[in-house]
């Protein structure tokens, strides 16, 4: 039987999570990232999803279309900036989110949660971040897909934290956050039912990591993507890190705790 999150979350090696899949080889959160992400073998891939107009979570980071997919040339008389939760999962499936990152992925679709659980949870676990979207949603596409015992939800949001946890008890949570870490945060951030801390790097410092471990509480970071922080966080006990490299952070993990 494959590893649940809640045992992978147990293990003692620091964890190695790719942020928006392999994001530096192929279009960030799309299959193909989520793919290269599972061939190196991560310990788990990392993605965000947006609610569409018609209430469909969808894998997407930003609140607008424009970065990275080519909204604009299908919708040319749109105002700037076109909300991805103005248009419906019909008119996502139009676009095209890989030509942003080179023309070998040229006419990469969105995908949906539901299409990326079924495709990666198999393969990889997987730590979903909820941009946007109810509680009663993100548990409709996690019910009878393997997803359910292979993920950890993430959330900047504490308040949707706190309505899934008492909705999943069971459902392992990480509280993101950023700015200094004070004890009025981290014990905000734990009573939500949380149990990993996912703090940002620039914010992070050695000693947090100790604070969080205090609370009975794992330790994450965001974005790590320089050998030398590693290996620092690594020395200061952290237990997972999220980084857009994950292929040089495996290798680097490999060799100061083989
Ligand atoms: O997973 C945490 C990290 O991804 C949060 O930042 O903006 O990349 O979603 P962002
Ligand atoms: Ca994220």
């Known amino acids: 039987m494959s590893i649940t999150a809640r045992e992978m979350l147990a293990t003692s090696r620091p964890l190695v999570i790719a ?15 989520f793919l290269k992400a599972t061939q190196l073998n991560v310990d788990f ?19 607008t279309l424009d970065r990275i997919t080519n909204a ?8 700037p900036e076109i909300a991805i939760a103005s ?41 979903i971040e909820r941009k946007t979207g109810s509680v009663r ?18 959330a900047f949001d504490w308040q949707f934290l706190t309505e899934l946890h008492a909705a999943r008890p069971l459902l392992p949570l990480v509280a993101l956050g950023e700015g200094p870490l004070t004890d009025e945060k981290l014990a905000a951030a734990q009573a939500t039912g949380a149990c990993v801390i996912g703090w940002q ?8 990591v100790g604070r969080i471990h205090t609370r009975g509480l794992k330790a994450w970071c965001w974005t790590v ?20 490299v994950p292929g040089e952070m495996l290798k680097l993990r490999r060799e100061q705790f083989a």
Do not use: K
Request: net charge negative; glycine share 4%; hydrophobic share 40%.
């Open 72 to 79: 604009r040339q299908v919708w040319p008389d749109s105002p």
């Open 225 to 244: 993507d320089n050998r030398d922080r590693a290996a620092e966080l690594w020395s200061a006990g952290l237990d997972g890190l999220i980084t857009n």
């Open 87 to 127: 248009r419906s999962l019909c008119e996502l499936r139009q676009l095209d989110a890989g030509s942003w990152f080179s023309t070998e992925f040229r006419e990469t679709p969105l995908s949906t949660l539901a299409e990326v659980c079924d495709v990666i949870a198999p393969r990889s676990l997987l730590a």
């Open 45 to 63: 891939v990392e993605l965000d999803y947006q609610e569409s107009r018609d209430g469909v979570p969808i894998v997407f980071h930003d609140d």
């Open 201 to 208: 790097n620039e914010a992070l410092l050695c000693d947090d």
């Open 19 to 33: 942020h928006r899949g392999d994001s530096r080889q192929a279009p960030e959160n799309t299959l193909p990232a």
């Open 137 to 154: 949603t993100l548990l409709a596409v996690l019910a009878e897909n393997v997803a359910a015992q292979r993920s950890v939800v993430m």
